[in-house]
């Protein structure tokens, strides 16, 4: 592997932890499968000598990292591989890698100045918020001397020489702003030409060198080929020749027999097809045959599944809609208060039952309300009396009246405590 190498001196105030990211990004685009790539960088305040290895040096030399002290990183030229020729260059890369450190030392560079001119305004800010104090002060003074008689020239000197003092600092942090203005705006344009300068590094496509281990091993498989075809007095074209030795070279046009594979496009498998490990699909899913599942749980996590066809065979899955058509209603809910003497049943279907004693009164019409509510009014209404054998009831009594969806009046009238009304309803409720 050629070697190659180049060096980089930290700045004042900056360490290597700040920057490693971009410096392995840069280190990474100088290499190819040929060709490694180091930094040698230098703090002169530290006095230290680190070496940045390309992710293709750490990989071959088996590094734990990128960054190594210099003395640990000798060893990695003891072992380095001869080669008998150089490499062609890659001309249009370098020139592509040497416009984008350009651009990235620039931004560097201009990203210095504009925190340096940031910091700058920070000060001069500071600095008027300081002259303006000052020269309200000297404007309290000299309202208090006058109002003493006394005399203001020294204070009103004092007072225009901060004035002056402001001018000053306001229009430097006019032009201060101005120029951080001025820098922001060239940061952008250097990251749009960064940008594009790594988009046509990402699209470079650099003419491919194979070795000579690669073209013996298709020398063998084409001579192997080319001889099968012979003894079938058959005779390769250079087109499937080409088709061969393509679809060998490109091993990402094939299907293999082992390893991980993202196979893009529409595919039909004609036979039976056997998965031995577990399926994922993220799509909707089109069954045409039939499906058996022998073994294990099948489970809807998400909603029920749906069966547009009734059934019609006793081990068939029956729908919702079938189940509540053919099955007989049945009771889902009652209520019995024994102290009141109110009562009711709900049946699955909606239909209700319900009833209870009369008001315990002398008055006549009084009104009933239903613990359960009815669709509309037209459910049945019985009444009748319990007690008093010797009571008489005349057919007036049993009078209905003012019938809602929520109560009714009925005549409740009792000539004593030992006689009552009881009623009992029954229709559909809401």
């Excluded at 399926?279 to 058996?292: C, L, M």
Aim: proline letters at 2%.
């Amino acid at each position: 592997m050629i070697l190659k190498e180049f060096n980089y001196y930290l700045k004042k105030g900056t360490t290597l932890e700040e920057i490693q990211g971009s410096l392995i990004k840069k280190v990474n685009r100088w290499c190819d499968p040929f060709t490694g790539c180091v930094a040698h960088v230098f703090d002169t305040v530290l006095l230290k000598h680190w070496i940045v290895a390309s992710d293709n040096v750490v990989g071959l030399y088996k590094l734990d990292k990128n960054i190594l002290l210099f003395n640990d990183f000798q060893m990695i030229y003891e072992r380095l591989d001869k080669i008998e020729e150089a490499l062609p260059k890659d001309d249009v890369k370098e020139d592509i890698i040497d416009r984008l450190d350009k651009v990235e030392e620039n931004l560097s560079s201009i990203q210095n100045e504009l925190n340096d001119k940031k910091d700058e305004l920070s000060h001069q800010e500071k600095l008027k918020e300081q002259l303006e104090q000052e020269i309200a002060e000297l404007d309290k003074k000299i309202e208090e001397a006058k109002a003493r008689g006394e005399g203001t020239t020294e204070l009103e000197r004092q007072k225009a020489e901060k004035e002056r003092e402001l001018a000053t600092v306001t229009q430097n942090i006019t032009n201060l702003i101005n120029e951080i203005t001025n820098l922001e705006q060239t940061i952008n344009n250097l990251l749009g030409q960064k940008d594009s300068i790594e988009k046509e590094l990402e699209e470079h496509k650099p003419k491919e060198i194979a070795t000579k281990e690669y073209i013996d091993e298709i020398k063998v498989n084409l001579d192997s080929d080319i001889a099968t075809k012979a003894n079938q007095a058959t005779t390769y074209t250079k087109t499937e020749v080409d088709t061969k030795v393509n679809a060998k070279a490109n091993a990402n046009a094939t299907v293999n027999l082992t390893g991980n594979q993202t196979i893009a496009g529409n595919k039909t498998l004609s036979g039976t097809t056997t998965f031995n490990g577990a399926i994922t699909s993220k799509g909707a899913n089109t069954f045409s045959g039939n499906n058996t599942f022998n073994t294990g749980q099948v489970t809807f996590n998400n909603k029920a599944p749906i069966c547009n066809v009734a059934p019609t065979r006793a081990n068939h899955l029956a729908t919702k809609d079938y189940v509540d058509k053919k099955a007989k209603a049945y009771i889902i809910e009652t209520y019995n208060n024994t102290s009141t003497g109110s009562w009711y049943r709900v049946w699955s279907d909606k239909w209700c039952e319900q009833g209870g004693f009369a008001p315990n009164t002398t008055s006549r019409y009084d009104t009933v309300t239903l613990l359960k509510p009815y669709k509309g009014t037209n459910y049945c209404i019985y009444t009748s009396h319990m007690g008093g054998k010797n009571e008489c009831w005349w057919p007036n009594d049993e009078q209905i009246m003012d019938v809602t969806t929520t109560s009714f009046k009925m005549n409740s009238q009792k000539n004593n405590t030992a006689t009552c009304r009881n009623w009992k309803t029954c229709g559909y409720i809401a």
